[in-house]
């Protein structure tokens, strides 16, 4: 089968044939449809990680969909470059039995690929940490990425009143208004008091819950514009790993700041939240930008990734033998 290889780290990944894996007890074997390339999968090959240095060679890819034999179309994770053994990025792919997630009839293999986790950190870190409820105003950073593109969608499902998007690049805050939000605040500078009265200003009064994928200034902000008890749910750093949140601003308005990961979902809860994404996917509710890239144009495809010269989410598309 043809595969793409990581053979060192902090190397260009690239394509090779490889002999197809054999399902161990437990396991299936999935033909690959759609392997996306995500952050993870890129800061795991890098071996810089909190999971440590992977070993190598291995095959990369934390998630994918393809079909079972019988035909059933699946979404999968992986531990690849979190633990031993290999990912989705392949033909083929052994996958343990409890980490498929049957998909719904006339789910698109690559956008739901594309959505995949991002997808549901936006979804759990809105409705379960952020307890998102209908007629709140929601205030989303980094919405030009594939969580922030999703928040501001899913947000809009929930039932929130009024979605406001801030991004750092044009592309970032042209995508957010495709994803439909209200207003579209740019994130060009770190001066924490410009940015909060940008963000006020997009805002129709004190924000109930703030989603941020960014922390450092942006996130200082968007505190500042929360009403009292308002939430912000933190669920990355693309910003900084520091925030230059004042105490004033925390104590005054009793504000609740709370953090967010995957990592701490139980697969029941995963497979809920991938279900419903590709359930909002397959109705047209739900979609990010992307781009569908074959397996053998990996070194190119990782690099575009890894540097952001791309107008969404790389998804590599297989072609099983």
């Known amino acids: 089968m043809r595969a793409v290889q990581i053979e060192t780290c902090g190397r260009p990944p690239r394509a090779a044939d490889l002999a197809a894996p054999e399902p161990g007890p437990g396991e299936r074997l999935v033909r690959v449809l759609a392997a996306p390339i995500t952050p993870l999968d890129l800061l795991c090959a890098g071996g810089a990680s909190y999971f440590g240095t992977p070993a190598t060679p291995y095959v990369p890819g934390v998630q994918g969909v393809g079909t079972l034999g019988d035909g059933t179309l699946v979404w999968f994770a992986t531990a690849a470059g979190m ?135 942006p996130a200082a902000a968007a505190a500042r514009t929360l009403r009292p008890s308002g939430r912000l749910v933190n669920l990355g750093s693309s910003a900084g790993e520091t925030c230059p949140l004042d105490s004033s601003t925390l104590r005054s308005r009793s504000l609740r700041v709370l953090g967010y990961t995957n990592n701490e979902l139980t697969k029941e809860q995963r497979a809920m939240a991938v279900g419903r994404v590709a359930e909002l996917a397959a109705l047209g509710r739900l979609a990010v930008a992307c781009e569908t890239v074959p397996l053998d144009e990996i070194a190119t495809a990782w690099h575009r990734q890894s540097t952001g010269a791309t107008s969404g989410r790389l998804v590599l598309t297989p072609q099983p033998p």
């Open 83 to 217: 633990a031993p053994g290999d990912g989705s990025m392949a033909e083929l792919a052994s996958v343990p039995a409890d980490d498929l997630v049957e998909l719904p009839a006339g789910a698109d293999p690559v956008a739901v690929a594309a959505l995949g986790l991002s997808a549901v950190a936006a979804h759990m870190a809105l409705t379960w940490r952020g307890e998102l409820a209908a007629g709140e105003q929601v205030l989303v950073l980094g919405a030009g990425g594939v969580v922030g593109q999703a928040a501001v969608q899913l947000a809009r499902v929930a039932g929130a009143r009024r979605v406001v998007a801030a991004a750092r690049s044009a592309a970032g805050r042209e995508r957010a208004k495709q994803a439909g939000a209200d207003a579209v605040v740019a994130l060009d500078t770190d001066d924490v008091a410009e940015l909060a009265a940008r963000l006020a200003a997009a805002c129709d009064g004190p924000v109930d819950l703030v989603l941020d994928p960014l922390f450092g200034a």
